[in-house]
């Protein structure tokens, strides 16, 4: 008898044994899988080149940070690692404080607010497109720069929001392709005289409302750019 009570005893135990196993495996299992959702999280932050990026949901790259100094003059790249570049995001240059020349990516269809904050750029290219792409300009995404003298617009740019250029230093000119679908109140707030500024333009005056509704209360005199007009 007491030979079957110590056959059940041991049987038991090795049952414990391959319980106490699986459960470990299943736990070590579900922590795996968890890490994998981590390493494939829709934030992951990639590398090419100079830039840091972010992937969008809809297949294009936002660049998040710029990793080189020295660079005076800039191309930013129309695409990284095959991916579109639609988006300049928050803080991506702020304070960079080499570059003086930057022409846009051609798809670009947003620069989110502070991108350029307290950067020395003096001069800002946007693509010429001729295709739908619509850029909004996102309030301060210029904000303090203190060595602006050139901004030139591309036909893309629909939406320049409030304090997109605040406190920058007063350029030269902005030139405008096409009447932007929006101006917001001091998207082009100075803070100081804006005596020197003027707003150039490309066509016929009477197709720039909003640009004329803008410029005309602050004295900016709007001015036909006949080397480039249509």
């Not at 899988?33 to 590398?47: G, K, M, R």
């Not at 798809?107 to 307290?118: G, P, Q, V, W």
């Not at 929001?161 to 392709?177: G, W």
Request: aromatic share 10%.
């Amino acid at each position: 008898m007491k030979k079957i009570i110590s056959l059940i005893l041991a049987i038991l135990c090795i049952c414990a044994v391959f319980c106490s196993c699986s459960k470990n495996k299943a736990e070590e299992t579900s922590t795996t899988t968890a890490s994998a959702a981590e390493n494939n999280n829709e934030n992951a932050v990639y590398t090419s080149g100079d830039y840091n990026y972010v992937k969008l949901d809809d297949g294009t790259a936002k660049i998040v940070k710029y990793n080189k100094s020295g660079e005076s003059d800039l191309d930013i790249p129309n695409s990284l690692d095959g991916l579109k570049v639609t988006v300049i995001g928050e803080h991506a240059f702020t304070e960079e404080q080499n570059i003086t020349k930057v022409r846009l990516p051609r798809y670009l269809t947003k620069i989110e607010s502070y991108a350029f904050n307290k950067s020395t750029v003096g001069y800002v290219w946007f693509h010429q497109i001729n295709d739908d792409t619509a850029t909004i300009i996102e309030p301060y995404a210029f904000s303090e720069c203190g060595n602006l003298k050139q901004v030139i617009l591309s036909k893309s740019v629909k939406r320049i929001e409030a304090q997109a250029f605040h406190l920058c230093s007063v350029p030269r000119y902005i030139k405008f392709y096409v009447d932007p679908e929006f101006i917001g109140a001091d998207a082009f707030n100075f803070g100081r005289s804006t005596d020197k500024l003027e707003f150039w333009h490309v066509g016929d005056i009477s197709n720039y409302n909003n640009l004329s509704s803008y410029a005309e209360p602050r004295n900016i005199p709007l001015v036909l750019d006949k080397n480039t007009a249509e």
